[in-house]
């Protein structure tokens, strides 16, 4: 009974574990039809690439994504795909394991915002860090 209450004890004093803190997924957006990586979206990676190397060791996932009118089928997963291998690339430059990333493609199947026409928000790359969406 008393080693019981000693763990019990012990417990309170440790405390719980403190969860990893959880971080947003970064949005690199792209021109219409285009997979290449504007500057503005350069300067994103670069801080994205700046926080990997705090938390070395995490997953990466790169998820592309496309806009209902750049191609439907194949098409779109087929620039969603050259859009999440660009900024693999890029943050490979930068000092990121290319062995610690992932990339899938959804072309226009995930959108991130159901509108009629072209939208910006959906032609984009969605990089999320460690299981699921955090650290």
């Not at 763990?7 to 990893?20: F, I, R, S």
């Not at 219409?32 to 997953?59: F, I, M, N």
């Not at 660009?86 to 990333?101: D, F, I, K, Q, T």
């Amino acid at each position: 009974m008393r080693f019981i209450a000693a763990l019990a004890a012990a417990a309170v004093v440790a405390g719980p574990v403190a969860a990893a803190p959880q971080m947003a997924p970064v949005i690199v957006y792209f021109d219409a039809k285009s997979d290449a990586l504007v500057p503005s979206a350069q300067e994103l990676l670069d801080a994205t690439a700046a926080q990997y190397r705090e938390h070395a060791g995490q997953q990466v996932i790169l998820a592309g994504h496309a806009d209902a009118h750049e191609g439907s089928g194949a098409q779109g997963v087929g620039l969603s795909q050259r859009r999440a291998n660009a900024v693999r690339e890029y943050l490979v430059s930068r000092g990121v394991p290319a062995g610690v990333m992932t990339t899938q493609a959804f072309g226009q199947s995930r959108p991130a915002v159901e509108v009629a026409g072209p939208d910006p928000a959906n032609r984009r790359v969605e990089i999320t860090f460690g299981p699921g969406s955090g650290w």
